[in-house]
């Protein structure tokens, strides 16, 4: 897909650091464990599925699925809990589509480009003999640019998957999550070999799809999105060891008038505050340290439940269960973010000192038309409110260039207000005019050359802002959740409580999962360099 001003952005929390790929990348695999309600693994995967047959002739066992993920933090956990659900029918995930009986894509459609990666995806597996299928631009598919959460751009040459589907026969094809939601039963007009597609609003009735695929049914579709349930699994299939993933608000109510979350993942439902808590308890017990939890707007939680417990409430009580040393939340949105949030975290040391608050744009007359329902100066108050706080608390955001109508003022002053907030990282992106979103009418569009130019500037100026305030670091020592070893020798690498990346040195053999503490020797603007100097 060309060369992408915002991945080059998200580049930005945390790569140009030689070994951080590696560092993650590198062969370290966490233990595969089995805590019954919740398994914690690192490759639960059969190898020997996809090393059996002859080159290009991968034959699929039955009850073996893949599963890739695109798009956000929320989609992956939702990954976690699909495939939670195919581990308890007896399913075993495998690492390539080719020994896959049942291939799953969980889609994102919050940009253009995301939405038309799976169908380059769908596009590969396209059987010989299909006559039926619209074309597709699978173009870009051989090498793909992933770029992982923490920064990590993954690059991975993806074979042409069409013999596979020749070869194995029988697959089971599915898109699930956003792009499913917002296609519909339009994707299997466009690639008839599909048989599921399920948006994530309807997850609940996965098990139930999945039964009737089992039992020969050829099309079968989840796309309700009027429902006031949340998607809770027995079993979570998890991806990192130490961190766990928790949803604790589902679909979004804002209208923001460029997003299809609201159209493709629902109105905003919250889980109970006592099945949330039950859960952090049971991930202490098996070992988890770390927990995030996740919400389109997660502050806007409203517990269900006669307690009715308030997000900042929710935060401190999950922040005092035995054994978490580490709460985050995101993302926030900055209506319903008040004080208690920030005596809550002032209030418990446990809850990292953190923030996402995106903004969008620093211009009140975008932020109107974006109906983000706030106005530059209101975002300011909240962001006083951190300043203002005893212990300091890192603040990052998401800001969109070129929506339409942007003029040159109202960019320069998005660039006045990072100068003035000064945030530790920035997620920017080019506005991406999406399907039934109101911004789509809007005149004045901004030309992509200019979206492209604008978003060059914004980088410039926030890599110098980070640089600067990175190096005012150098000296200080933090504590360290090590998550990453280099292939070189006596390198690791984890995340500050402010989510800061860490590089450092240590002679230790084995670190991974542990708490240390690592004093800054130099800095970077997407992460730090440093020694360890103890152990928590
Ligand atoms: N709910 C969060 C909030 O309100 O800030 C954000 C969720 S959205 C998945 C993540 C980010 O994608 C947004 O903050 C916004 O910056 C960006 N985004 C959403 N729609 C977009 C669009 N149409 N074009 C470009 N960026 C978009
Ligand atoms: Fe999209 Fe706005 Fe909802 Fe965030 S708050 S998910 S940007 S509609």
């Not at 995806?121 to 992982?148: C, I, M, W, Y």
């Not at 990590?152 to 089971?172: D, F, Q």
């Not at 506005?431 to 009418?441: A, C, G, H, Q």
């Amino acid at each position: 897909m060309g060369k992408s001003f915002d991945i080059g952005l998200e580049r930005l929390t945390g790569i140009g650091v030689p070994g951080i790929g590696e560092t993650q990348e590198g062969g370290v695999k966490p233990p595969l464990q089995d805590t019954s309600a919740d398994l914690k693994i690192g490759h639960y995967v059969d190898a020997s599925a996809t090393k059996g047959g002859q080159a290009g002739m991968v034959v699929p066992q039955e009850s073996t699925f893949y599963l890739e993920t695109f798009g956000c933090q929320m989609n992956d956990h939702d990954s976690e809990k699909v495939a939670g659900v195919l581990l308890a029918r007896g399913y075993r995930q495998v690492d390539g589509p080719e020994a896959a009986k049942v291939i799953l894509y969980n889609t994102c459609s919050i940009r253009e480009k995301a939405a038309q990666k799976v169908f380059s995806r769908l596009g590969e597996l396209r059987p010989a003999d299909d006559q039926e299928g619209k074309s597709f631009n699978t173009e870009d598919t051989e090498k793909e640019h992933r770029v992982h959460r923490d920064g990590r751009v993954l690059e991975k040459n993806h074979p042409s998957l069409r013999k596979i589907v020749n070869a194995g026969g029988g697959k089971i094809i599915g898109v699930l999550g956003c792009v499913a939601q917002q296609e519909g039963e339009e994707i299997f007009e466009r690639a008839p070999w599909v048989s599921l597609v399920c948006g994530s609003a309807s997850y609940r009735k996965l098990p139930q799809l999945i039964a009737e695929l089992e039992a020969g049914n050829r099309r079968v579709t989840g796309l309700d999105t009027d429902t006031d349930e949340t998607f809770e699994t027995e079993i979570t299939r998890r991806d990192n060891p130490w961190r766990a993933y928790l949803t604790i608000i589902e679909g979004c109510d804002k209208a923001c008038s460029y997003c299809v979350v609201p159209f493709t993942r629902g109105p905003e439902r919250s889980r109970g505050s006592a099945s949330i808590l039950e859960e952090v308890r049971r991930l202490a017990e098996a070992g988890y340290s770390e927990v995030q939890l996740l919400g389109q707007t997660v502050n806007s939680y409203a517990d269900p439940s006669a307690r009715k417990m308030r997000f900042s409430e929710l935060l401190a009580a999950v922040a005092e269960v035995r054994g978490i040393r580490r709460v985050r939340f995101t993302t926030s949105h900055p209506r319903d973010f008040g004080e208690d949030i920030v005596e809550a975290i002032e209030a418990h040391p446990t809850i990292c000192d953190h923030v996402h608050l995106p903004v969008q744009s620093g211009s009140t007359a975008v932020l109107r038309a974006m109906a983000r329902t706030y106005s530059r100066e209101e975002y300011l108050e909240k962001i006083a409110l951190m300043k203002a706080a005893r212990r300091p608390i890192s603040i990052t955001t998401d800001m969109i260039v070129g929506f339409p109508g942007e003029t040159e003022k109202d960019f320069e002053e998005t660039l006045t207000l990072l100068d003035e907030v000064q945030y530790d990282s920035v997620f920017a992106f080019k506005y991406s005019p999406r399907p039934n979103t109101p911004s789509l009418k809007m005149p004045d569009a901004i030309p992509e050359e200019e979206k492209g130019r604008r978003l060059g500037i914004l980088m410039d100026r926030q890599r110098e802002i980070q640089r600067v305030r990175n190096e005012k670091l150098v000296g200080e020592t933090f504590e360290v959740l090590v998550d990453g070893k280099s292939r070189r020798e006596n390198q690791w690498s984890g995340h500050t409580s402010s989510n800061r990346v860490m590089n450092f040195a240590s002679p230790e053999r084995e670190l991974l999962g542990d708490y240390v503490q690592v004093k800054v020797v130099s800095a970077m603007p997407n992460s730090l360099v440093g020694e360890m100097v103890g152990r928590m």
